[in-house]
């Protein structure tokens, strides 16, 4: 089956770190365009960011609200995409998703989406 | 920056046709993607460039774009329709860009 595993969330305080994993199956992982999506609770869908894949250099990009707190990175031998998210604040708080398109990822249409895993912030 | 608005609900009564907008700036210059969520699911791709349905999405589901307005289109609503929809769009200054969202409730 063709699908996308979320883990590692939890509890953390403020300031603190953590990191997410995403394990990819069913398709070429090394290729393929992984993207973090997050939701807040009760509200709508926020790109976090998004690495390219092998044969596109491997290079990441952030939205603004995350860049030089996080960073994507991917484990392309065991299938698996890494977000290591520090210096966390509540508004972080979210279930995290990582997405990635099936077709031509310039476009950035995301048709595989894991099931999410949920990150708490709170002191 | 740039910005992309839904209206926070629509309505529409069963069987009827609902339509809901996706605004921004020369949006119509965009490819612009449709997401349908159910509560405690993930997003699934409803329409992808504009206009295309992925396989497994009912003709029912359109959309279209140009201008400043986006727009899906969902004929024939059904109680399953009952979803957050959010249209999503790339800039090449920002990165991926999702609209608020979108609940439509299916009278």
């Known amino acids: 089956d063709v699908q996308l595993v979320e883990s590692g969330g939890g509890l953390v305080e403020p300031g603190g770190s953590i990191r997410l994993s995403c394990a990819g199956t069913?398709?070429?992982?090394?290729?393929?365009?992984m993207n973090w999506v997050r939701q807040a609770p009760g509200k709508g869908l926020e790109w976090v960011g998004r690495?390219?894949?092998?044969?596109?250099?491997?290079?990441?990009d952030y939205a603004a609200p995350v860049k030089g707190r996080f960073t994507i990175s991917r484990d392309d031998s065991k299938n698996t995409l890494f977000l290591q998210m520090n210096s966390l604040k509540t508004e972080d708080s979210a279930v995290y998703y990582c997405?990635?398109?099936?077709?031509?990822?310039?476009?950035?249409?995301?048709?595989?989406w894991g099931q999410g895993t949920v990150v708490t912030v709170f002191s | 920056s740039y910005e992309v608005t839904q209206p926070l609900s629509v309505s529409v009564a069963l069987g009827q046709t609902a339509k809901i907008t996706c605004g921004g700036s020369?949006?119509?210059?965009?490819?612009v993607h449709w997401y349908q969520q159910k509560p405690g699911q993930a997003p699934v791709l409803l329409i992808y460039?504009?206009?295309n349905r992925p396989s497994g999405i009912p003709e029912r589901f359109s959309a279209s774009n140009s201008g400043t307005t986006a727009t899906l289109t969902i004929t024939r609503a059904e109680a399953g329709d009952e979803a957050d929809y959010f249209c999503?769009?790339?800039?090449?200054?920002?990165?991926?860009?999702f609209g608020g969202g979108t609940k439509l409730t299916v009278l």
């Open positions: 069913g398709f070429i992982f090394n290729n393929a365009w």
């Open positions: 690495i390219k894949g092998r044969t596109d250099g491997e290079t990441a």
């Open positions: 020369n949006i119509g210059s965009k490819y």
């Open positions: 460039r504009d206009n």
């Open positions: 999503q769009v790339w800039d090449s200054s920002i990165g991926v860009v």
């Open positions: 997405a990635t398109p099936n077709g031509d990822p310039i476009y950035h249409a995301f048709d595989l």
